[in-house]
């Protein structure tokens, strides 16, 4: 609830980086349902979610009354949200979000309450390293070959690893990372498929994980 108080106050959104696209989902889906009591909050520099008093004293200033938001909001929307909420924040451009694997599934929710604003998948990002990221010019997350050392097992493969430069379009690898802060052909347990080449540089997309396991 603090959180749309918060976003609802930003006129300037322009854009919006999530993990996971069904915590925007699930702000969604709160910001039609509290969307008459957060107007009435902001225009009157109120909360109505119980807050203790410390974190209430930390509120007030980063919360302040907006009356003249509030009323314009209303008097364009009324007292629910509409069904496009990017025509609250008429700025926003971008949203960034995880759109491959069970992610994929997850954002047709997301996407229909923005349907006008454009998606990035952040592509492949672990706590290890980087194996790929979003270049617009690429449709999609590209390895990341100046990050790190990167290398690929071929699924159900029991031959060595693959450089780069040996990966086959529409084909399923495990990837090895090797880092310069010294990890060696760690090997993540990711799979990914090069779905094409940009300038010499596989586009990624993330298939899930190689064993029974998940974060």
């Not at 971008?94 to 992610?103: N, Q, R």
């Not at 590209?142 to 086959?168: K, N, Q, Y």
Request: glycine share 8%.
């Amino acid at each position: 609830y603090l959180t749309l108080r918060a976003l609802l106050a930003m006129e300037d959104l322009c854009f919006v980086s999530v993990w996971s696209p069904t915590f925007l989902t699930l702000l969604a889906e709160a910001l039609r349902r509290d969307f008459g009591t957060l107007l009435a909050d902001m225009e009157h520099g109120t909360w109505s979610v119980p807050v203790d008093a410390e974190l209430r004293a930390a509120l007030a200033p980063a919360l302040p009354a907006r009356p003249r938001l509030a009323r314009d909001l209303r008097r364009l929307f009324g007292r629910r949200a509409p069904d496009d909420l990017a025509l609250i924040w008429p700025r926003l451009a971008l949203i960034s979000c995880w759109t491959d694997a069970h992610a994929a599934r997850a954002g047709a929710g997301m996407r229909a309450h923005f349907p006008g604003v454009e998606v990035q998948g952040k592509g492949l990002l672990a706590t290890e390293g980087v194996v790929s990221f979003p270049l617009l010019d690429a449709g999609g997350p590209v390895a990341a070959v100046t990050s790190h050392f990167l290398e690929f097992i071929p699924a159900g493969a029991v031959d060595g690893p693959l450089g780069v430069e040996a990966l086959e379009t529409g084909a399923t690898y495990e990837v090895l990372l090797t880092t310069s802060g010294g990890l060696y052909r760690y090997r993540l347990r990711d799979l990914v498929r090069v779905e094409r080449w940009h300038h010499g540089v596989p586009v990624l997309s993330f298939l899930g994980r190689a064993d029974l396991t998940s974060d």
